[in-house]
Nanobody, 120 residues
Framework: QVQLVESGGGLVQPGGSLRLSCAASGSIVSINSMAWYRQAPGNQREFVAEIFIGETTNYRGAVKGRFTISRDNAKNTMYLQMNNLKPEDTAVYYC??????????????WGKGTLVTVSS
């Protein structure tokens, strides 16, 4: 089994920073793409940023220039550095990964989420 566990969420004032982490564990052969999604109360889950095995990245327009996604392949961990946070960034942030596991299969995995609240 493969598990994704997010950490680093919390309460921060507007203009502040947070760093989210997503650690993958279990029977992992390789991790292709990893991504962050978020879901605000009453809204659908939306894409935030993604990073591929070759370090190519993509971002949602609203977070470009403020958020930076990165990964440490040796630790099977992904990060999201969030700067200049705004109240509209308030949401539960979810980790997603496309992983080839020990059975040789390629699966899509989600974490349980970490809450980010931006408020004064």
């Amino acid at each position: 089994q493969v598990q994704l566990v997010e950490s680093g969420g919390g309460l921060v004032q507007p203009g502040g920073s947070l760093r989210l982490s997503c650690a993958a564990s279990g029977s992992i052969v390789s991790i292709n793409s990893m991504a962050w999604y978020r879901q605000a109360p009453g809204n659908q889950r939306e894409f935030v940023a993604e990073i591929f095995i070759g370090e190519t990245t993509n971002y949602r327009g609203a977070v470009k220039g403020r958020f930076t996604i990165s990964r440490d392949n040796a630790k099977n961990t992904m990060y999201l550095q969030m700067n200049n946070l705004k109240p509209e960034d308030t949401a539960v942030y979810y980790c997603y990964a496309n992983i080839r596991d020990g059975t040789g299969g390629l699966g899509k995995y989600w974490g349980k989420g970490t809450l980010v609240t931006v408020s004064s």
